[in-house]
């Protein structure tokens, strides 16, 4: 609830500046950050499990349940900004960034059960090498203000700021059996969040620059939905599934040490999607050159 009011407050310190601001000297910044995730989008998607005289590598029964598996990966973000004043201390933003995770973690090969319907008409259990590949990813669009509050000394400037952002959040689980025969699940769904982002800054000269600074994502906060029907199982050769972020239950056949077709029901927790992202990037400025006034002749 405190986070819902924090983010109401953060939408109406974006808007009320906007209302009456006089647009000038347009900027635009491109960064690159390594992103860490946190709370219950940061976990491991396989676990190690023990079958008969083999250790077999398996999905971990927390994943999806309750967290989505996220390990350390990369961010790319475009940020176009609008100054209010002419000394560049007051900004209208509007960011677009891309963050995928795992980005460093390779596939993870072992072995898993299979069953089968050996030649007495028997149910039975045999192993099969396995590779499995995750990875998390989130595209958001956002609006927002940032505030420089030294940026008129056109040197060394610290900012802060914050926007509210629409995001498009899905994940990829693969795997492949015996190196050629790969088969995927896929979720995605739409969320809405807020980001605070912090840093430095420093000027080259008039129309480029540097930044240092980070941010921190909290992705989730409205829309949360967990879908229950026996249709959205969650199961390989599915894509589009729901991300069941909410308190719940739902379908998958995901899980356990043997691959089984049948859909087994299990509990999901309510899930945070947070992250926070270290970044270097540039400032583009957009000022346009002075022009001289025409010397007016004095009259004769």
């Given at each position: 609830?405190?986070?819902?009011?924090?983010?109401?407050?953060?939408?109406?310190?974006?808007?009320?500046?906007?209302?009456?601001?006089?647009?000038?000297?347009?900027?635009?910044q491109?960064?690159?950050?390594?992103?860490?995730?946190?709370?219950?989008?940061?976990?491991?998607y396989?676990?190690?499990?023990?079958?008969?005289?083999?250790?077999?590598?398996?999905?971990?029964?927390?994943?999806?349940?309750?967290?989505?598996?996220?390990?350390?990966?990369?961010?790319?973000?475009?940020?176009?900004?609008?100054?209010?004043?002419?000394?560049?201390?007051?900004?209208?933003?509007?960011?677009?960034?891309?963050?995928?995770?795992?980005?460093?973690?390779?596939?993870?090969?072992?072995?898993?059960?299979v069953?089968?319907?050996?030649i007495?008409?028997?149910?039975?259990?045999?192993?099969?090498?396995?590779?499995?590949?995750?990875?998390?990813?989130?595209?958001?669009?956002?609006?927002g203000?940032?505030?420089?509050?030294?940026?008129?000394?056109?040197l060394?400037?610290?900012?802060?700021?914050?926007?509210?952002?629409?995001?498009?959040m899905?994940?990829?689980?693969s795997?492949?059996?015996?190196?050629?025969?790969?088969?995927?699940?896929?979720?995605?769904?739409?969320r809405?969040?807020?980001t605070?982002?912090?840093?430095?800054?420093?000027?080259?000269?008039?129309?480029?620059?540097?930044?240092?600074?980070?941010?921190?994502?909290?992705?989730?906060?409205?829309?949360?939905?967990?879908?229950?029907?026996?249709?959205?199982?969650?199961?390989?050769?599915?894509?589009?599934?729901?991300?069941?972020?909410?308190?719940?239950?739902?379908?998958?056949?995901?899980?356990?040490?043997?691959?089984?077709?049948?859909?087994?029901?299990?509990?999901?927790?309510?899930?945070?999607?947070?992250?926070?992202?270290?970044?270097?990037?540039?400032?583009?400025?957009?000022?346009?050159?002075?022009?001289?006034?025409p010397?007016?002749?004095?009259?004769?």
């Open positions: 609830m405190k986070k819902k009011i924090l983010t109401l407050l953060l939408f109406v310190f974006i808007l009320a500046p906007a209302i009456q601001a006089q647009f000038d000297k347009p900027q635009i491109l960064g690159i950050g390594v992103s860490e995730p946190y709370d219950d989008l940061k976990g491991t396989y676990s190690d499990e023990i079958l008969g005289d083999f250790y077999v590598q398996t999905v971990n029964p927390d994943f999806m349940t309750k967290n989505y598996g996220g390990k350390t990966g990369l961010d790319f973000f475009g940020k176009g900004k609008i100054n209010f004043d002419k000394y560049s201390t007051v900004r209208g933003i509007l960011n677009l960034n891309f963050n995928t995770f795992n980005t460093f973690e390779s596939s993870k090969n072992g072995n898993i059960g069953q089968v319907i050996n007495n008409n028997e149910l039975d259990t045999v192993i099969t090498s396995v590779s499995n590949n995750y990875t998390f990813n989130n595209f958001g669009l956002g609006l203000l940032e505030i420089a509050p030294t940026s008129f000394t056109n060394v400037s610290p900012y802060f700021g914050g926007s509210f952002n629409f995001n498009f899905s994940g990829e689980l795997r492949t059996e015996n190196r050629v025969d790969t088969v995927a699940m896929s979720f995605s769904d739409f809405m969040g807020v605070f982002d912090a840093g430095i800054e420093a000027k080259v000269n008039s129309n480029f620059g540097l930044a240092l600074g980070v941010k921190y994502d909290l992705g989730n906060l409205f829309l949360k939905n967990t879908n229950s029907g026996i249709a959205d199982a969650i199961e390989y050769g599915k894509s589009n599934a729901s991300m069941n972020d909410e308190e719940g239950r739902f379908y998958s056949s995901i899980y356990g040490p043997v691959l089984t077709s049948v859909r087994r029901e299990v509990q999901s927790n309510v899930k945070e999607i947070n992250w926070g992202t270290i970044y270097l990037a540039v400032n583009i400025g957009f000022n346009q050159p002075k022009t001289k006034k010397k007016t002749q004095s009259p004769k």
